[in-house]
């Protein structure tokens, strides 16, 4: 006679035979196999048989019937069908279950669970720090581009430079002036020098003191 193994919540086995033709599931009491867990509705699914087989029909309810992981409406049972009626496991058998089933109850059977890696720490590794060794320390530049230069190796041009500008400055002035003495003596006949002399002297005013006799 087909069978089928409720795999309860609390860890029992409930082995039921399809004594009728039809089998009513869920949470009512008046349920021919009556689920105790909540994921279950109180009219879940029931089970039929017919002359061709047995069908699971779900009623409706709020967490599904599953036949092995896929949810159906209704679906015809094989040997070892594994049916979910929300959270609550059974398996279908053609005939009577093994002989432990009715021994001793058995706890349902678990997915494998896959062993999960070490978690792996998220904070990022300070980064090591050596420690500088004594004495100079290098620039980045030039520690890029090999040993720093002597500190005398390139002259000081900075007073060479003055010097330059003030003899420039002074050959300019003076060609001004060599330049400004040819044109008044070619222009007036005379002498720059002699004529800028006389020309601040006589412009001041001559002042004429006596002395008066007692």
Do not use: W
Request: hydrophobic letters at 40%; proline letters at 8%.
């Amino acid at each position: 006679m087909a069978s089928v193994v409720f795999y309860m919540e609390d860890g029992n086995t409930l082995v039921h035979k399809l004594e009728n033709e039809v089998t009513t599931i869920g949470r009512h009491p008046e349920n021919l196999v009556v689920l105790t867990c909540p994921s279950s509705s109180g009219r879940h699914a029931v089970i039929k048989q017919a002359d061709n087989g047995v069908y699971v029909h779900d009623l409706n309810s709020s967490n599904g019937t599953r036949v092995n992981g896929a949810e159906i409406e209704e679906a015809k049972l094989k040997d070892g069908d594994r049916v979910g009626f929300g959270d609550v496991q059974a398996v279908f058998y053609a005939g009577d279950p093994p002989m432990v089933l009715e021994e001793k109850p058995v706890a349902p059977p678990k997915a494998a669970k896959a062993s999960l890696p070490a978690p792996v720490s998220q904070e990022t590794p300070a980064p090591s720090v050596v420690a500088p060794k004594p004495g100079r320390q290098l620039s980045p530049v030039r520690r890029a581009y090999g040993k720093p230069a002597a500190a005398n190796s390139y002259p000081d041009t900075t007073e060479s430079g003055c010097m330059s500008a003030l003899i420039v400055t002074a050959l300019f002035v003076l060609a001004f002036a060599v330049g400004l003495a040819m044109r008044h003596s070619k222009e007036m006949n005379g002498n720059l020098m002699t004529d800028l002399i006389s020309k601040v002297t006589g412009s001041m005013p001559k002042i004429k003191i006596e002395r008066k006799e007692e």
